[in-house]
């Protein structure tokens, strides 16, 4: 093992915990699911107990970390090492993360938003290596966005560059948990989407193939079945499907139209639908977007695959692009 990295990725379902090294190769990881630690200082706990455990599984001792990583979605601040108030991250609100770890490893920290993560771990691990202008878009539980422009990642004056999921969309649209109505996030991020499709299928006067497909109950379809029942041709999964690539086309045409990237890379949801969703974004990006920028840039999915949690932590570990290490204040 050149250098012992742990990173960490926080997300809304799932924590991911990995030790590994800075060319991107990991040697243990592990996951947890967010919902069993519904409060930070339950989460704290439990990543410290975790790392300890993966130490243990590589005859490490806790010296050997030369740096650790710490993704976590925004809002956030870098400079205090918090998670302010993150819409779908109940619990978590005000959490100095950076802070209560820092008190038991001492080595430096690097904390970060969840997407300048990925966008970093796509930059040294993955298949876009030179790319000097890319743009990570998560499109998992939520939507926030990596910036790379001219090979400096984008942070801003308040750590809030790239909350792209918060863009209106529409002022007349649904509510969105982050107080604002007609977000991004609201009608493409993995969570509010699948509240759509659930709120759509109770609705519906017949039972459809949506629900067919999660066995006939409600509150047990997630997007797997909407992705089939889609493949199926279901008219109201064609429907919502319709709506959903709509504002994924509107969305993604905004980054392009500002910030004219080489390479627009998606995430989660890409990943398990790349072949319904890459016609539809096709056949709709012109409605919101000049050739010119659209020609210019790829649109794929992550290369990083699933692996991108446990690489975004690692990512950060390694301390480039201008990233300094967290300071615990006295």
Known sequence: ???????????????????????????????????????????????????????????????????????????????????????????????????????????????????????????????????????????????????????????GASDTAGEVGHFTLDTKGPSCPCGQKGCFEVYCGGANFRKTIQHAVANEKKSGVILQEAGGKIDQIDLPHFAKALRKKDPLAKELWEEFTTRMAQGIGILLMTLNPEVLILGTIALHMEDLLFPFLEKKLPLFCWDMPKNACKIAVASLKSEISELAGLALACGGSGLTPYQMRK
Request: include cysteine; hydrophobic fraction near 40%.
């Open 1 to 155: 093992m050149q250098r012992a990295l742990v990173g960490i990725d926080i997300g809304g379902t799932k924590i991911s915990i990995c030790i590994g090294d800075s060319s991107g190769a990991i040697y243990a990881s592990t996951r947890i699911a967010t919902k069993s630690v519904p409060t930070w200082q339950k989460g704290c706990k439990a990543i410290l107990e975790t790392i300890h455990h993966l130490l243990e599984k590589l005859s490490l001792e806790k010296s050997a970390i030369a740096s650790m990583g710490i993704s976590a979605p925004g809002p956030l601040s870098v400079v205090q090492g918090k998670i302010l108030s993150p819409p779908n991250l109940p619990g978590w609100e005000n959490a100095p993360i950076a802070q209560e770890l820092q008190k038991k490893i001492k080595a430096p920290i690097f904390f970060n938003n969840d997407a300048n993560a990925q966008v970093l771990a796509e930059h040294l691990f993955g298949a876009y290596r030179k790319a000097q202008n890319l743009i990570y878009l998560t499109c998992s539980t939520g939507i926030g966005a990596g910036i790379l422009l001219n090979g400096k990642l984008v942070q």
